[in-house]
C-alpha cells in the first residue's frame, strides 16, 4: 500500500493534480518507515504546488484591493472576504505540514540531510504563514521561523558540504525570510554572501 501511495503520487504529479498528491504523501509519510530522497522531494512538491498556488493567489487579491481601496470601490468588502478565504485555506495547508513533520517526519529522521531537509520544510511553512500575518501574531509565527531556520543551518554547517544543494537552498531562504518578513536587511545580505563565499572557497 505504501508504494501504491507514492506511483498515485507520480501519477498525480504527472496529471497536475497536487491536492490528491499531498494526500498520497501524506499517507505514505505517516508510515513508521523514513523517507528516502525521493519521497521527500514529491512531498516537497506536493505541499509547494498546492501553497504556491495560493500566495499566487493571495498576491493578486492584495494587488486588486488595494486598486479598489485606492479608488474607492464599493466592492472592497468581496474582496476582503475572498481574501481571507484564501487565507484560510493557505493556514489549512501550511498547519497540515507543519502537524507531519512535528509529529512523524523530524522524528523519523535518521541522518543530516534528513533533518536539515525536514527542519528548512517547517522554517519555509512557518515564513509562509508570516507572510499574511500582522502584529503580535507575525512577530509569534516569525520567531518559530527563525528557530527552525537556526536549528537547520546549525544542523547543516556540522553535517553538509558549503556547495550541499540543502544547505545553499536554507541559505537562501532563510536570507529571504530575514529580509522580507523580518525586515532584517543588512543580516540577510551578510548570511547570503557568507553562504556564497564558503561554497567557492
Not at 57 to 68: A, P, T, Y
Not at 110 to 129: G, H, I, P
Request: with cysteine.
Amino acid at each position: 500500500m505504501s508504494d501504491d501511495n507514492v506511483f498515485m503520487a507520480k501519477l498525480a504529479e504527472q496529471a497536475e493534480r497536487y491536492e490528491e498528491m499531498v494526500e498520497h504523501m501524506k499517507a505514505f509519510a505517516q508510515q513508521p518507515n523514513e523517507l528516502g530522497l525521493e519521497e521527500r522531494n514529491l512531498l516537497s512538491v506536493a505541499y509547494k504546488n498546492v501553497v504556491g498556488a495560493r500566495r499566487a493567489s493571495l498576491r493578486v487579491i492584495s494587488s486588486i484591493l488595494d486598486k479598489e481601496t485606492a479608488k474607492g470601490s464599493d466592492k472592497i468588502g468581496a474582496i476582503q472576504a475572498y481574501k481571507s478565504k484564501v487565507e484560510c485555506e493557505l493556514e489549512n495547508i501550511c498547519n497540515d505540514i507543519l502537524g507531519l513533520l512535528d509529529d512523524s517526519l523530524i522524528k523519523t529522521a535518521k541522518d543530516t540531510e534528513s533533518n536539515v531537509f525536514y527542519q528548512k520544510m517547517k522554517a519555509d511553512y512557518f515564513r509562509y504563514l508570516a507572510e499574511f500575518k500582522d502584529g503580535d501574531v507575525r512577530k509569534e509565527i516569525g520567531d518559530k521561523a527563525k528557530e527552525a531556520y537556526s536549528t537547520a543551518t546549525e544542523e547543516a554547517a556540522r553535517g553538509l558540504a558549503p556547495t550541499h544543494p540543502i544547505r545553499l537552498g536554507l541559505t537562501l531562504n532563510y536570507s529571504v525570510f530575514l529580509y522580507e518578513v523580518q525586515g532584517e536587511t543588512s543580516e540577510a545580505c551578510t548570511l547570503a554572501k557568507q553562504a556564497f563565499d564558503d561554497a567557492i572557497a
